[in-house]
């Protein structure tokens, strides 16, 4: 099975940085994914890690270290737009045989304040 | 592509009745999966398809609920009878097969429902 820790809230100024961190214990393991999703809206797609270490892609990056099923969203630059929730997910290990699936944590709602 | 396309995007019922969620997933996406999402237990897993045969229900929360897959372009999922602790978010989702890619799962709009 899969457990997966996210803080539920956070708030943050706009204009600075903030990391949210994501830990997970899980029986096996194939890349963890995290999403956004607004208010009302369906999850979409921010950024995978499958290796350690850190991924960028523009205002956001993200990190892993699956030896401490530890990974972190960091998102610099805030804009008021950033307010959502972040969902961190983790992808079971790829049987072959069709076995593939993601667990959600709770998500982290982030407000980003003037 | 129109992305992963759901309806109807809202449902509102009464207990006891009979509710049909449906969803045509991205054309040539191998996985079609039913999410649910409440404020207490986040986003779960109900079940997942993979080519229209179903992999993995043990998500789905009794018999009450059922899915189906019958082509590769449309999946519906069923809650009969309805109850009020079935208020939710429904979402469907589609990927590729991920092997060892990314492939990640793109969403659909939801259907919130509300049985009363």
């Known amino acids: 099975g899969q457990n997966i820790d996210q803080p539920t809230e956070m708030t943050a100024t706009e204009g600075a940085i903030v990391q949210i961190n994501c830990t997970y214990q899980t029986s096996g393991f194939n890349g963890l994914f995290w999403y956004q999703q607004h208010a009302g809206e369906a999850p979409t797609f921010l950024s995978y890690?499958?290796?350690?270490g850190l991924e960028e892609k523009g205002r956001f990056s993200s990190f892993l270290s699956r030896s401490k099923g530890y990974s972190y969203l960091l998102l610099k630059e805030l804009q008021m737009k950033d307010s959502a929730s972040y969902l961190c997910?983790?992808?079971?290990?790829?049987?072959?045989?069709?076995?593939?699936?993601?667990?959600f944590g709770k998500g982290t709602k982030l407000s980003v304040i003037p | 592509d129109a992305g992963v396309i759901q309806s109807p995007r809202h449902e509102v019922t009464e207990m006891g009745q009979e509710v049909t969620l449906r969803c045509k997933p991205i054309s040539g996406h191998d996985y079609l999966f039913w999410y649910r999402q409440t404020m207490m237990r986040g986003l779960e897993l109900l079940i997942y398809?993979?080519?229209?045969?179903?992999?993995?229900d043990s998500g789905m929360p009794e018999d009450r609920f059922s899915a189906k897959m019958p082509n590769a372009s449309f999946s519906t999922l069923k809650i009969q009878p309805s109850e009020p602790r079935d208020s939710a978010v429904y979402f469907c989702a589609s990927s590729l097969a991920p092997d060892l890619r990314i492939y990640e799962q793109y969403f659909g709009p939801g259907t919130r429902l509300t049985v009363t």
């Open positions: 398809f993979n080519n229209n045969v179903p992999i993995d």
């Open positions: 997910a983790v992808r079971d290990s790829y049987s072959g045989a069709g076995s593939y699936q993601l667990t």
């Open positions: 890690n499958v290796l350690d």
